[in-house]
């Protein structure tokens, strides 16, 4: 039974646990939109609505209180006045946590978690700027790299395309290529034995070496 | 302590593992690009989720 069993420990011990959600806190505070893994997005949320609804209170034991945990002072001080203005009657649920799919290195599954209120600042804000950037970008490698990334999508709404088929097809390739990879490892292994030998049987004759690498 | 009699035969271990199975991934096409992507997420290839850009992809 987990009766009464709130919250997760993130593999850390008690004291390390309370100063990862005290920065992830206070940096979701800083930038209103952080990327970390899902379990640490939870338990920031968990973490942080409470302190954000001390802070409405807006007096001095709030801010003392909130202090606590929100170490940097511009960011309590952000805190107090503009978040909590535009917070306003919002009762509770300030934070969104958005699943993002899994990390390639560990496989771990990541999240986003943003202030609800801060919608139009977070986002559209990076889209304009970095959607010129890439779009200078590519103009200047399309020559070079356009072509091929079109083909590759081609090839990829293909296979969506199928779906179903289309996955088993490539699990299938991929069991083939493996194989192929497995089969050319053997390969390069056996030629480099075969020299080897030759090395050593400098003095014997080319077909001697032949007969060997047949009977191995 | 008590102890298996026998050793599991290859044929009765094969027969358990007939169960364990691979599942293909619950995916559905993005509403923005129309992309597959995986339900619940945000989109790899356009950083959308529920109508709103999340992220803007590198490429």
Same mark, same amino acid.
């Not at chain 1, 709130?6 to 011990?13: A, E, H, P, S, Y």
């Not at chain 1, 203005?85 to 306003?88: N, P, Q, R, S, T």
């Given at each position: 039974m987990r009766h009464r069993v =709130? +919250?997760?420990?993130? +593999?850390?011990?008690a004291s390390h646990r309370h100063a990862t959600l005290n920065a992830l806190a206070t940096q979701l505070l800083r930038h209103k939109k952080i990327k970390t893994t899902l379990a640490k997005a939870k338990e920031t949320k968990r973490f942080v609505e409470p302190l954000i609804t001390k802070a409405k209170k807006n007096d001095l034991s709030a801010r003392r209180y909130v202090a606590r945990f929100v170490k940097d002072k511009e960011v309590l001080k952000e805190l107090f006045s503009e978040i909590v203005? =535009?917070? +306003?009657d919002r009762p509770g649920g300030y934070t969104r946590v958005v699943k993002l799919g899994y990390r390639a290195g560990d496989a771990a599954e990541l999240a986003i978690i943003e202030l609800v209120d801060y919608n139009e600042i977070a986002a559209p804000k990076k889209k304009e700027t970095k959607e010129s950037k890439t779009t200078e970008e590519t103009k200047a490698k399309k020559s070079k790299k356009a072509p091929k990334k079109e083909e590759a999508e081609e090839a990829e709404v293909i296979e969506e395309n199928k779906e179903e088929k289309a996955e088993k097809k490539t699990t299938k390739r991929k069991t083939s290529s493996k194989k192929k990879s497995d089969e050319s490892k053997k390969e390069v292994k056996e030629e480099? =034995?075969?020299e080897a030998e030759e090395d050593k049987t400098d003095s014997e004759t080319d077909e001697s070496a032949a007969e060997e690498k047949e009977d191995k | 302590m008590p102890h298996p009699k026998r050793k599991i035969s290859k044929t009765r271990r094969d027969k358990r593992r007939t169960h364990y199975k691979a599942s293909a991934p619950s995916l559905s096409k993005c509403s923005n690009c129309g992309e597959m992507k995986l339900s619940h997420r945000a989109c790899p290839n356009c950083g959308y989720?529920?109508?709103r850009s999340m992220f803007v992809p590198e490429s």
């Open positions: =709130k +919250g997760r420990k993130l +593999g850390r011990t203005e =535009k917070i +306003g480099v =034995k075969s | 989720y529920a109508g």
